[in-house]
């Protein structure tokens, strides 16, 4: 039977089975409780700001992980903005990196990062979904394909309901706001949905290749491909 386990600043991190079962013994960093969490869990995070758990690995990282939820506070964009995801200027530490099958993430604010890419959806990462997220000032500019976020898999990943603005993006052709590309056994298929994408460096929507419907977003691209 699935269950929610929680994440809060305030938590006691008992690891105890069944670990993280409320507010009260909650995960004190989201990778505990992903770690800890089963196919088609939901781990819920409490306001506030939370960090790699050792200064280099990925925020929020779901390798091995089928139907798993991770939603920040109420899982909308209207309060994305209390539950944020810092990697505190690291070059290795992303926010949000998703490679397994038919995942949820909402409601976090990615920031403050200098690794290639805030955000990916790679490879093994099909039916995923990315929603309610505002991924900003991000200094990717070191890298050679850094993006906000990035979608390698599919098919069936949708992006939705987010921001993603002011972040200095990579050195190549293909990066932008939000790039899609296929890349090896990745097919690069993603539907963009009510997003807006605006002051990136670059472009702002680009698909080096692969399939990438957009609709009703907003963005300027200043070159590249949609």
Not at 83 to 100: C, F, H, K, M, P
Not at 113 to 126: C, F, I, N, P, R
Request: include cysteine; charge should be negative; aromatic fraction near 6%.
């Amino acid at each position: 039977q699935a269950r929610t386990l929680y994440v809060s600043t305030t938590g006691s991190h008992d690891t105890n089975a069944p670990a993280f079962s409320t507010w009260a013994t909650a995960a004190t960093n989201i990778q505990a409780a992903v770690d800890a969490a089963s196919d088609g869990d939901t781990v819920r995070v409490a306001h506030g700001t939370y960090y790699s758990d050792n200064g280099t690995n990925d925020i929020i990282s779901i390798t091995n992980k089928t139907g798993l939820s991770v939603i920040g506070g109420h899982g909308t964009l209207f309060d994305a903005d209390r539950t944020i995801l810092d990697a505190g200027g690291s070059a290795s530490a992303r926010q949000i990196y998703v490679e397994a099958a038919s995942n949820r993430v909402a409601g976090f604010t990615a920031m403050n990062t200098k690794a290639q890419d805030a955000v990916l959806l790679y490879a093994s990462a099909v039916n995923c979904t990315l929603d309610s997220l505002i991924v900003r000032n991000n200094d990717m500019s070191g890298t050679q394909y850094g993006c906000g976020i990035k979608n390698v898999g599919g098919p069936g990943n949708e992006i939705r309901n987010c921001i993603v603005v002011g972040n200095a993006v990579g050195t190549e052709m293909i990066c932008a706001g939000i790039g899609n590309q296929p890349y090896l056994s990745g097919v690069g298929i993603c539907r963009v949905a009510n997003c807006v994408v605006e002051a990136n460096t670059k472009q702002q929507l680009y698909r080096q290749s692969g399939t990438l419907t957009v609709a009703n977003t907003i963005h300027g691209n200043v070159g590249g491909t949609i």
